[in-house]
């Protein structure tokens, strides 16, 4: 790279500086340049090398370019294009293979248009055409090197920087995101679909965010008027919609997005999932308020405990049991002082073992309770140790009244034991969650012995489902708060479940409190509700949402039911129920009804009818009948349930179908053209007799033949990317493909072809599928024959004129390129006029060579449908300069016949309009129909031409530029039979009408 030489004085490099100095003295560019002309090799290699700035290496061919094995370490390559062996086009193709994306400029006199699209296909950087002055000539290769050379460094610089970019994007935890001033996402890292459960494949590039990503859209609103007052926002909440509804809540970190013009190009930031930090913030929030809450009014005593037996906390429930104030004991007193003495150490050793072992003190057990007024008190206490600290929290029940009755349930004990042992149902007695008493029905019911039942844990016999329910069951049941009977499932000895019906009461056992529950088994009446419930939401789902009309009788034939289906005829179900079905049946269809409805209710036969019926209009609508009779539970025919079916539109598309295709056969079987159709697999599937005198086959021979039998290969291939458009509109990826007009060349039986013009049209079902394809054809063998001859003889001409006009071209690189030398070396004014004039004279052989360029393709191909408004759409671009309005005024889908130039008419009619229109502000096209023929307007608001050019404008050598463009015009249409005119007003402006015979222009889809 060239040493960069600084201001003395400010230090500063300047853009000419840095233009001129690319690249240090001891690095140069190191050019390859490839070329069969060896004149042309020294004089390029002379002019690059002149500054010091290039090194060059030449070669007279590609392929001795690519054996040098030190192409690849060269800066950039220069080839021409045309070259014996391998062209320029071809050697561009193998550098990018080898070597990659060295800068590639092909440098030739050849400057057709395929030319230049075959080469940026293949990659190359720049296509520079060689002519003109060889200074400007130079001068342009040179920078055309220097930009190629830059920019291929810029690119791998880029490359690299973005590759980072990339990495940070797609592994950052956060979510970075961008979007526009309208708040469209322009970016989004793949964090983001992850945390809103988007697919990767699923873009939401170029959604609204706020209408997207916001669970509430004035959040965004919010935000950008936060970041507008302060130019950023940090830990801004927000709430955004994850994909399957929930809300994501994140933490913003946003600012102001500027573009390299300095205005505001959207806004950039992070997104920074808080959900779970926000969740566990408002659980613990509820989880506080639901404790204070629930130990503040909870209708039993409730002490908190310290470790050392300390009362912490106590509620209002236990100052009442007590009777001793609250502001006396929290803190202060330990529950030791108001147990009865006799259950004091039982208690302190449930006390500490807890805190070593929560699971060796049991949580539940009686005491006995001292208040202030030394008043024994009987109670349940309930303790558990708060997790994560040494305190427990322990509520008592006082039972006192309950144990004064005690000794009277106790002498009622034995007279429940003998009801209990009798009774069908299960009776279970427990106490801390410890069966004491099962009744023999345990054996009948579940299977289990009693001495297999008593002194088990009762969650054994549940079903593990419902076992994190009992614990506050049973402390429910101890409070007298369950009074409703509710349902569990037990595991009986077989292993099945078995539903029950759970009803019970607190007793005293064996002078104690335990639990008693009754236990129904409802195991089969569950399962029958259920089987019930699902049958009924079945049949009402079937009624409701069905298209068809179910409906029942009696034996009469008065209908009983119908379902609401009945109103698409115009009748509710209520004017329909009590009426007779025969009310509604066509006369002439009434006895066979009759005579299926008597088969179904004498015989129990299911019976299937088509018959005509009436709807509420006179309409008169074809019906299918499915019946079955319908009976009681005694086996005996009460009625009849059927269902209606809506076939009109079958049974008139039928009948239709019968009269069209009796139609089309008679056409087919007697038209000279051959018609034929096939399948989706592109199989024959029905062929004319006409068949026989253009293949020498029989329609027999030919029906079931593959078209890709039928159809040389090119003319296959013609035909399935026809296909391959028809099934993507039909996908609904465009509009529906019309008729089709291809010269398809068919095998005949002899070994021969045979050329048709062919019209293919796709053909759908009535659900709009589409099935196959139809075609027409007739013999254009003749006129294949002859068109192809005329485009041989063309392609000759016009590569012979290609061969010459390139070496021409070459010359006059030669000729121009040590003329501009011999400029700078001879001072003699007289040589120097000479020299010019061989300059001006070499500048008007290189105008002739321009115009052998571009007539030479005029009429080399065979012409076809052009679309008009893509025509002038491409034809504008890059013309028309800025302040020219382009209007274009006609129909959409009009296409004209022409030969393949016909876009160069309008370039060279817009081009002529602003080169000699002097002050030309607006240009219009439109089209206009005249007797069957398409008139063209091509219409501008400059000068005008004068009432004595209007002709010789579109003579060969008139004009003030080269003089060819009208004549070319001219020679485009006329081709195909089209002619131009010009007909405005001078001092008004041009216009030119161009005439296009009916038959050579079309519109599309109709």
């Known amino acids: 790279m060239g040493r960069s030489i600084l201001c003395r004085n400010s230090g500063i490099e300047t853009d000419t500086m840095r233009e001129n100095n690319l690249y240090k003295m001891d690095d140069r560019i190191r050019v390859l340049y490839v070329d069969d002309e060896p004149d042309l090799l020294d004089i390029t290699k002379l002019y690059l090398e002149r500054s010091g700035e290039f090194e060059v290496g030449i070669s007279v061919s590609a392929e001795k370019a690519l054996l040098d094995p030190g192409i690849a370490s060269y800066d950039a390559i220069v080839s021409d294009y045309m070259m014996p062996g391998m062209d320029g086009i071809v050697f561009l193709r193998a550098v990018r293979e080898r070597f990659g994306d060295i800068p590639f400029i092909l440098f030739t006199g050849r400057g057709r248009e395929d030319v230049v699209i075959r080469a940026l296909n293949e990659g190359v950087d720049f296509y520079l055409q060689k002519g003109g002055d060889p200074k400007a000539q130079f001068a342009e290769l040179v920078h055309k090197i220097r930009q190629g050379v830059r920019r291929r460094r810029a690119e791998a610089s880029l490359k690299e920087r973005e590759e980072t970019y990339r990495m940070i994007l797609e592994n950052i935890q956060d979510v970075y995101y961008r979007c526009d001033p309208d708040g469209n996402l322009i970016m989004f890292s793949p964090s983001g679909y992850h945390l809103l459960g988007y697919d990767p494949t699923d873009s939401i590039l170029g959604k609204n965010l706020a209408e997207t990503l916001f669970a509430n859209p004035d959040d965004r609103r919010q935000m950008i008027d936060a970041i507008e007052e302060r130019g950023a926002v940090r830990d801004f909440e927000m709430n955004l919609l994850h994909r399957n509804g929930a809300i994501v809540t994140v933490s913003a970190n946003s600012h102001t997005l500027y573009g390299n013009d300095g205005r505001v190009a959207g806004i950039e930031g992070i997104f920074r999932d808080i959900t779970e930090q926000k969740r566990s913030e408002e659980e613990l929030k509820r989880s506080e308020n639901l404790y204070r809450t629930v130990f503040e009014n909870t209708g ?428 993507s509109a039909v996908q609904g990826e465009g509009p529906l493909p019309g008729s089709q007009v291809m010269d398809l060349e068919f095998r005949c039986r002899d070994g021969s072809t045979v050329w048709t013009e062919t019209v293919v049209n796709p053909v759908f079902d009535r659900s709009g599928q589409l099935r196959g394809v139809m075609g027409v054809m007739r013999d254009i063998t003749s006129r294949k024959q002859a068109e192809d001859a005329l485009r041989k003889a063309n392609r000759k001409l016009n590569l012979l004129t290609s061969i010459t006009r390139h070496d021409i071209s070459n010359q006059l690189l030669v000729i121009n390129g040590f003329t501009g030398l011999l400029e700078t070396e001879i001072d003699d004014p007289s040589q120097r006029d000479r020299l010019s004039r061989i300059g001006s004279a070499s500048q008007r052989i290189a105008g002739m060579i321009q115009f052998t360029r571009e007539y030479e393709n005029i009429g080399a191909e065979a012409p076809a449908w052009h679309d008009l408004p893509a025509v002038l759409e491409s034809s504008a671009e890059g013309i028309l300069p800025e302040g020219v309005t382009f209007t274009r005024d006609l129909p959409a889908g009009t296409e004209v016949f022409a030969d393949p130039m016909f876009p160069k008419v309008f370039s060279n009619l817009l081009d002529n309009a602003v080169r000699h229109g002097r002050h030309v502000t607006g240009v219009r096209i439109s089209s206009r129909q005249s007797d069957g023929d398409l008139v063209i307007l091509v219409e501008d608001n400059g000068c005008g031409i004068a009432a004595g050019e209007k002709e010789r404008i579109f003579e060969k050598g008139v004009g003030k530029n080269t003089g060819l463009g009208l004549f070319l015009v001219r020679e485009i249409l006329s081709l195909t039979g089209i002619s131009i005119r010009e007909t405005g007003e001078e001092g008004a402006g041009a216009r030119f009408e161009i005439t296009v015979p009916a038959g050579e222009w079309r519109i599309a889809g109709q």
């Open 300 to 727: 039993t005593a409730t002490i908190l405990i310290g470790p050392d037996t300390t009362i912490l906390r106590a509620n209002a429930q236990w100052e009442r049991l007590t009777g001793v104030p609250l502001s006396e004991q929290e803190n202060t007193m330990s529950w030791t002082a108001f147990i009865h003495g006799d259950d004091v150490e039982r208690m302190k050793g449930y006390h500490y073992t807890r805190r070593g072992d929560p699971a060796a003190a049991p949580n539940i057990y009686e005491c006995r309770l001292i208040d202030a007024k030394k008043q024994v008190h009987f109670g349940f206490v309930h303790v558990d140790v708060i997790p994560g600290t040494g305190n427990s929290i322990a509520s008592m029940v006082d039972v006192t009244e309950l144990k004064q009755v005690q000794e009277e349930l106790k002498a009622s004990e034995a007279k429940v034991r003998a009801i209990l042992d009798h009774l069908p149902d299960l009776i279970v007695v427990h106490r801390d969650g410890i069966i004491l008493y099962v009744n023999p029905a345990m054996s009948d019911t579940m299977g289990w012995q009693t001495e297999e039942a008593v002194g088990q844990p009762i969650l054994k016999f549940i079903a593990p489902e419902y076992h994190p329910k009992i614990p506050g069951a049973i402390r429910t049941r101890l409070e007298g708060g369950i009074e409703e009977p509710y349902f569990l499932e037990l595991i009986a000895r077989d292993g099945k479940p078995r539903i029950v019906s759970i009803r019970g009461t607190v007793i005293s056992f064996d002078g104690s409190p335990a639990i008693l529950n009754v236990l129904t088994d409802v195991t089969s009446v569950k399962h029958a509700e259920k089987a019930l419930h699902e049958s009924e939401e079945r049949y009402r789902l079937l009624v409701e949402n069905t298209n068809d009309i179910i409906y029942t009788t009696d034996l009469m034939g008065r209908i009983t039911s119908i379902s609401p289906q009945i109103s698409r005829y115009g009748y509710s179900p209520d004017e329909i129920v009590s009426r007779n079905l025969s009310s509604f049946i066509v006369d002439e269809d009434l006895p066979v009804v009759l005579a299926d409805l008597e088969k179904t209710v004498s015989a129990g036969q299911a019976t299937r009818t088509v018959f005509r019926a009436m709807d509420k209009s006179g309409r008169i609508r074809w019906l299918e009948d499915n019946g079955v009779a319908l009976k009681d539970k005694s086996g005996h025919v009460i009625g009849i349930s059927g269902i209606l079916r809506d076939i009109t539109d079958r049974k008139e598309t039928e009948d239709a179908l019968r009269e069209s295709e009796k139609k089309y056969r008679m056409l087919a079987d007697n038209i000279q053209d051959v018609i034929w159709t096939a399948d989706l697999d592109m199989r024959l599937t029905y062929i004319s007799p006409s068949v026989t005198a253009l293949r020498g086959i029989t329609p027999e021979e030919a029906t079931g033949e593959s078209l890709r039998d039928a159809l040389t290969e090119e003319s296959f291939q013609v035909l399935m990317e026809s296909r391959k458009e028809g099934l």
